[in-house]
C-alpha cells in the first residue's frame, strides 16, 4: 500500500522567474508534469501534492488529471513544514508514503519502483534515493555507518568544509513508513542556516533507514535554477535521440536537432540540423524534415518533404512538400502530393490533392481543391478589418500572377483568372475572369510630351544625376 506525496509549494527563489518553478517547461511538459509521469507503474493508492507558492497555476496546469489531492502549505516553512500538512489529510493511514520533491523531473519510474519494492522487502521506517556526485555542490550530503545505514543528512549550507567531501547525496525521493512518519514530524526544529524545518532531519529518529544508489546519477538531477534546467534538458534530449535513433530515424547532426518527448516519429524518417519538433507533433514513415524547421502539434503524413518551414497546428497528407521558407499556421490541412512553396504562408486553408501553392502568396481561411494551380503572388484579403471571411477555389482552377482574391469569395472549377487581377465577385465554372484595366499604348508619347513643355522636340533631355 503506497500514496505519494508531491512537493511543489517551493518559491524556486534560485529560477528568478514569475513562474512557479515547477511548471517550468523541460522537453515539452512541465516539472510537475514529469513528476507526475514517473508514477505511471506504482497505481498509488493516494496522490497528493503540496502547494503553496502560486498555488493556484499550479492547479490549474493539472485540472486535466483526474485523483490528484491538493494540499495548501502556508507560510512555506521548509520541506519538512510542507509533509507536516499532510498529517491532517492521512490520519489513521497506516501504509508507506513516498515523497518527491517536486524539482527533481528525471527519475525513471523502473526506479521509484525499486526503491518501494525494497523499502518493503526490507520493512524499513524510510529507504531513500541516493547518488555519488563529482559536484555535489547544494545538495544534502548522506551519511551512513559502516553498514549502509542512513544515521543522518546534512544540508549542503549546514555542513562543516569536511562534511562537504562526502559525495553520496540526498536526492529528494524518499519512501517512509507513514505511521512513524507521522510519529517524529512534529520534532522538527529549525534551528539551521536557512531557518526552515527540513524534512531530511527526520533521519536522525528512524530506523532502519537505508539508502539505494541510483545507477545513472543523472536521474536525481535537481532543478533550483536555470543552468541546472539547462543541464537537464540536455540530459532529455540526449534520452530522446538515442531513443529515435534506435527505433530507425537518421538524425543528422543529432546535437542541432531538439525533440519534445511528446512527439511520435516511425522509421525511415530522415531529420537534418536545426530541425525542433515540439508538442504533440507525429510524423510518418518516409518523411524527410530540414534541415532549419519549426514544427509544433502538427501531423506530417508520409513521404512528405520540409524544409527551412514553420509548421504549427496542421496536417500534412501523403507526399508533400514544404519550403523553403514556408510558414503554415494554425489550422492548416494539405492534401497529398500538393507543394507548398517559397515564401508562402497559409493559414486555416485546405488543399485537395495536386494543388500547388508554390511562391509568394498568402492563403487564410481558404479551402481549395484537387489540382488548383495558385499563381506566383496570389493573396486572400480575408480580413475586413472587424472580421475573417471564406475563400472557396473549385478543382483544377489557377489563379494569375499576383491575384488579389477579396473575400468572401467563391472561384468554381475549372477556371482561369488572369494575371494581376483583383476578383471581388463569385466565379462560375469553367470561366476565364480578367479584372484589370487594359493596357494602352501611346506611340510617340515622348516628344509631344516634351514640346508641350516648350523644350525642342529634338533636345535629348539630360539623365538625372544618381
Ligand atoms: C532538498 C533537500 C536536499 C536534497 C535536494 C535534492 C531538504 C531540506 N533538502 O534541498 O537534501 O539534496 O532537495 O534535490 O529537503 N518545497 C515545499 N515547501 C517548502 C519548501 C520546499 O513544497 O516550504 C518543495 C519545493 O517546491 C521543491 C522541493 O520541496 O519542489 C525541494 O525544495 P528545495 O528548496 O528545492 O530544496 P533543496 O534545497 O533543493
Ligand atoms: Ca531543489
Keep these: 500500500m503506497v500514496a505519494v506525496a508531491i512537493l511543489a509549494a517551493g518559491k524556486g527563489s534560485r529560477m528568478k522567474s514569475d513562474l512557479p518553478k515547477v511548471l517550468h517547461p523541460l522537453g515539452g511538459m512541465t516539472l510537475i508534469e514529469r513528476v507526475l509521469n514517473t508514477l505511471g507503474g506504482l497505481s498509488p493508492e493516494r496522490t497528493l501534492i503540496i502547494v503553496g507558492h502560486g498555488a493556484e497555476r499550479v492547479t490549474s496546469t493539472l485540472a486535466g488529471r483526474p485523483g490528484l489531492e491538493f494540499v495548501h502549505q502556508a507560510p512555506l516553512l521548509g520541506t519538512g513544514h510542507a509533509v507536516q500538512q499532510l498529517m491532517p489529510r492521512l490520519e489513521g493511514y497506516r501504509g508507506d508514503l513516498l515523497v518527491l520533491n517536486g524539482d527533481v523531473p528525471l527519475l525513471r519510474p523502473a526506479t521509484l519502483h525499486a526503491l518501494v519494492t525494497q523499502h518493503q522487502q526490507a520493512g524499513n521506517a524510510v529507504t531513500l534515493l541516493t547518488a555519488c556526485l563529482a559536484d555535489a555542490t547544494g545538495y544534502g550530503r548522506v551519511f551512513c555507518d559502516a553498514h549502509n545505514r542512513v544515521e543522518g543528512i546534512i544540508e549542503h549550507r549546514d555542513c562543516t568544509p569536511e ?114 519538433l515540439r508538442g504533440q507533433t507525429q510524423i510518418q514513415r518516409g518523411s524527410h524534415i530540414g534541415p532549419g524547421c519549426w514544427i509544433e502539434d502538427s501531423h506530417i503524413g508520409p513521404d512528405c518533404r520540409v524544409l527551412y518551414a514553420v509548421v504549427s497546428q496542421s496536417r500534412l497528407a501523403r507526399g508533400s512538400r514544404v519550403g523553403p521558407y514556408a510558414h503554415l499556421r494554425e489550422g492548416v490541412e494539405v492534401g497529398d502530393n500538393c507543394r507548398v512553396g517559397n515564401f508562402v504562408e497559409l493559414k486555416k486553408t485546405s488543399l485537395g490533392s495536386h494543388t500547388n501553392v508554390a511562391h509568394l502568396s498568402y492563403l487564410g481561411d481558404a479551402s481549395l481543391g484537387s489540382q488548383v494551380n495558385v499563381g506566383g503572388g496570389t493573396i486572400t484579403a480575408n480580413y475586413d478589418g472587424h472580421q475573417k471571411h471564406p475563400t472557396r477555389i473549385g478543382d483544377r482552377s489557377k489563379t494569375g500572377v499576383n491575384n488579389t482574391l477579396v473575400a468572401p469569395l467563391t472561384v468554381g472549377c475549372d477556371v482561369t483568372i488572369a494575371a494581376g487581377s483583383t476578383i471581388t465577385e463569385d466565379l462560375p465554372d469553367d470561366c476565364l475572369a480578367i479584372a484589370r484595366s487594359r493596357q494602352v499604348i501611346k506611340s510617340g508619347w515622348r516628344p509631344r510630351y516634351l514640346a508641350a513643355d516648350g523644350a525642342s522636340v529634338n533636345t535629348v533631355p539630360t539623365q538625372p544625376s544618381l
Design 163 to 276: 562534511q562537504r567531501h562526502n559525495p553520496r547525496v540526498n536526492a529528494g525521493i524518499y519512501c517512509f513508513h507513514w505511521p512513524r512518519l507521522a510519529e517524529v514530524l512534529p520534532r522538527l526544529q529549525s534551528q539551521n542556516q536557512q531557518q526552515e524545518y527540513y524534512l531530511t532531519d527526520v533521519m536522525q529518529w528512524l530506523r532502519p533507514a537505508a539508502a539505494v544508489d541510483v545507477a545513472d546519477s543523472a536521474e536525481i538531477l535537481g532543478i533550483n535554477d536555470r543552468k541546472q534546467l539547462a543541464d537537464a534538458a540536455e540530459v532529455v534530449q540526449s534520452r530522446v535521440r538515442e531513443g529515435w535513433l534506435t527505433a530507425g530515424v537518421t538524425l543528422i547532426d543529432p546535437a542541432s536537432i531538439t525533440i519534445d518527448e511528446t512527439v511520435h516519429l516511425e522509421p525511415d524518417i530522415v531529420i537534418e540540423p536545426q530541425t525542433h
